[in-house]
């Protein structure tokens, strides 16, 4: 069984910053690409930022030198780090992981999602 928990959402101030993590445990073989996602309401799900297990990043254009991922593969912990907040930044942040378990195919798994909120 896989697991990925997150941590480090909460409220913050336009300019402000936070740090999120997600650590995946369980019966890992392998992690491939792990990455963050965000929902807004009323909103679809998109792509924050993600990286594979060499350290490849990739971004969307909205927060393109504000947010910078990174991930610990030791840990099987993936971080985001958020900095110039801005209040259209408010939203749920979900982890995702590619990842392959000792039994059982390789699948992308979900974490349960951590709140973020930026006040103007």
Do not use: H
């Not at 393109?64 to 110039?84: C, E, H, P, W």
Request: hydrophobic fraction near 35%.
């Amino acid at each position: 069984q896989v697991q990925l928990v997150e941590s480090g959402g909460g409220l913050v101030q336009a300019g402000g910053s936070l740090r999120l993590s997600c650590a995946a445990s369980g019966t890992i073989l392998i992690i491939d690409t792990m990455g963050w996602y965000r929902q807004a309401p009323g909103k679809q799900r998109e792509l924050v930022a993600s990286i594979t297990s060499g350290g490849r990043t990739n971004s969307g254009d909205s927060v393109k030198g504000r947010f910078t991922i990174s991930r610990d593969n030791a840990k099987n912990t993936v971080y985001l780090q958020m900095d110039s907040l801005k209040p259209e930044d408010t939203a749920v942040y979900f982890c995702n992981a590619v990842i392959v378990p000792l039994v059982g195919p390789r699948s992308g798994y979900w974490g349960q999602g951590t709140r973020v909120t930026v006040s103007s």
